[in-house]
DNA sequence: GGATGGTGTGAACACCGTGTTATCCGCACA
DNA sequence: TGTGCGGATAACACGGTGTTCACACCATCC
C-alpha cells in the first residue's frame, strides 16, 4: 500500500535564495495509478526538493497523519465511488492539509462539490504536470503565509551558540555583538560547518549578488569575526583558511601541549576532510 | 474608474488581513468588462453575504491597500499587455490577498506563470460562476485555516498592560493613548517578546501589505511608542533596536544612576533577554 | 631560496541606517 | 466649511557600518 519516499537528498543546510526564507522539503503524496504521469511528476518535484509519495488507494487518515504530508494529490477515478467519501473525510480530519483533486473529465457540480468539502483545487486530466507543480506551490504558499513564523533553528559549535531569532551569536549569556553581516556570514559558514566554502559562493549567498573581481570584502568579514570569536571564546578556532578557495567553518579547541581525545578526533576529522576537499 | 459597492452592510471595522481578522463579510473585487457574467457572479456573492466592487481597469496598488479587499479577480483580457506587469505588481505588494485569475483561453505556460508569480488560482472562460465563487471559498478558507487560532490574550510586559480588547495600553488605570496603529505595533512587539522582528515583517504584519523600500514608517511608529511608553512607563525601556535588522521588544528597567558601565548593562540585558526567551 | 600571488591586518573614508522633527494630506466631526 | 486628529512623507543630523586601500605576511611554485 506505501511506498518509500523517493527523491530528496537532504542537503545539510541550503537556502537556495533569499537569507531569511528557510523551508523545509515538501512531503507530496499522490493518489495515483497513471505510472508515466507519476513519473513526470516526480521528475518535478525532485527537481524542486520536495520528497513524492505514491498511495495506491485510500490509505487510513491515520497513517496519513503519520505520514506528515505537506500536500496531498487525489485522482478521485483511482479510488471509484468511495472516492468522495474519502475525501471528505481527509479534509475534515486533515483541515490544514493542502488537497488537490486531479483527476479525469468532470462536471461544474463535482468541482464545486469538492472545493465545498474542502479540497483546495481541481485540476482536469491531462494537465501538465508543471501546472500541477506550480498550484501545489501556489496552495502552499497561501497557507505558509499566514502561519507563524517558521523556528530557525539555534545553532552550536564550540563555545558558541547562533541564534537567528535574534540575528546574534552567543557565548553563554554574553553577545558577540555582530553586525547583520557578520551574522548572516557567520550562520551561513557555521550552517555548512565543515564543508569549504568559495569566496564566491559565500559572497553571493550573504550579499545576494554576484562578486566583482578583487573584492575582499569576504577576507575582511572573515577577519572581524574571528576577532570577536577570539575575543568571546579564547582557546578555540573557529573558521580556517583554504590557501586559494576559500573558509571552512569547523570549531576547534587549541589545545595545548596535552592532546585531549576530543581534539584528537577532531584534527583527524579534519584532517580526512581537508584531503577531500584539496584533492 | 471605481464603483461603489453593492449588497452587503458596511461592517464598521474589518481587518482583511491584519492579524485578527474574524468572519467579517467579505470584500471582493473583479476586474471584468462583461456585464453579463458580473451579473450572475454578483448574484452568488450577494447570496453569501459578501460585497462585490467592479473595477473597470488597472486600479493603483495603493487605491487597492485602501479597499481592505478579502479577495481579487482579474480577467487579464481587459488589462492587456500590461494585465501581467499589474498582476506582478498587485501580487508583491499583497502578498495576503487572495488573487484568482479569471480569463478567457490560455496556454499551461500562461497559467504556470501567473501561478508563479503570485496569483492563487487560475480559471478558464467561459466558466461556470459557482466555480469561481467556491473556488475564491477554497482559497480564503486556506487563508484563514493556516491562521492560528484568533486568540487575544491580555499582555504584560514591565509596567504596561496591553489590552486587545480595548485596543489600548495601559500603566495601572492609565491609558498611554495609542492609536489604532501604534496599538497594533506594539501587540505585535510584545506578542513576540525577546525576539528581533525585522522591519519588513513588522510592516507587512501591521500595515497588511509589502513596505515600499525607503519607507520609514515603523521608525517614527516606533518613535511615537517609545515616547508614549517614556511618558507613562519612565523608568523602563521597552523598545530596542538592532541595526540593520529591526526591533525588539523586552521590557527592562532602567537601572539606576549608580552603574554607568555598559559592559554591566549589556550583559544584565542579555542574561534577562535571553531567560525570557528560553522558556 | 627567490618570485609570485594570495591572505591578514589596520585604518581612513564614504555611505547607509536610524533618531528626530516638521510639514502636508486625507478624513471624520461639528 | 472649519477644525482636529491620525498617518504618511520629507528633511536633517549623527553615528554605525561597509568598502576600500595600503602594507605586511605567508603559502605555493619554480
Not at 513519473?39 to 497523519?65: D, N
Not at 577570539?230 to 570549531?251: D, K, L, M, N, Q
Amino acid at each position: 500500500m506505501k511506498t518509500a519516499y523517493t527523491a530528496g537528498a537532504t542537503s545539510p543546510q541550503d537556502e537556495s535564495h533569499a537569507p531569511g526564507s528557510r523551508t523545509a522539503p515538501l512531503r507530496l503524496a499522490i493518489v495515483d495509478g497513471d505510472s508515466g504521469f507519476l513519473q513526470v511528476v516526480e521528475k518535478r518535484v525532485r527537481a524542486r526538493g520536495w520528497q513524492q509519495r505514491v498511495l495506491t488507494g485510500a490509505v487510513p487518515v491515520e497513517e496519513l497523519v503519520g505520514m506528515r504530508l505537506g500536500a496531498l494529490v487525489i485522482d478521485l477515478a483511482v479510488l471509484g465511488a468511495p472516492g468522495w467519501a474519502y475525501l471528505e473525510q481527509v479534509c475534515a480530519a486533515l483541515p490544514a492539509l493542502p488537497v488537490i483533486v486531479c483527476t479525469g473529465p468532470s462536471t461544474v457540480a463535482q468541482r464545486v462539490r469538492a472545493l465545498r468539502i474542502g479540497a483546495d483545487d481541481w485540476l482536469g486530466k491531462p494537465c501538465h504536470p508543471e501546472e500541477l507543480v506550480a498550484r501545489i506551490e501556489a496552495i502552499v504558499r497561501r497557507g505558509r503565509l499566514a502561519a507563524p513564523p517558521v523556528e530557525r533553528p539555534v545553532l552550536e559549535a564550540g563555545e558558541i551558540t547562533i541564534r537567528p531569532d535574534q540575528f546574534q551569536a552567543f557565548v553563554g549569556p554574553r553577545s558577540l555583538d555582530l553586525t547583520r553581516r557578520e551574522f548572516e556570514l557567520i550562520r551561513l559558514l557555521a550552517g555548512n560547518t565543515g564543508q569549504v566554502l568559495e569566496r564566491e559562493a559565500i559572497y553571493q549567498r550573504v550579499w545576494g549578488y554576484a562578486m566583482a573581481h578583487g573584492d575582499r570584502s569576504v577576507d575582511v568579514f572573515v577577519r572581524k569575526l574571528r576577532q570577536k570569536l577570539e575575543r568571546s571564546s579564547p582557546g578555540w578556532r573557529y573558521i580556517h583558511t583554504h590557501f586559494g578557495v576559500g573558509y571552512r567553518f569547523a570549531p576547534e579547541p587549541v589545545d595545548g601541549p596535552s592532546s585531549s581525545v576530543d581534539a584528537l578526533d577532531l584534527d583527524d576529522a579534519t584532517a580526512s576532510l581537508r584531503e577531500r576537499v584539496l584533492q
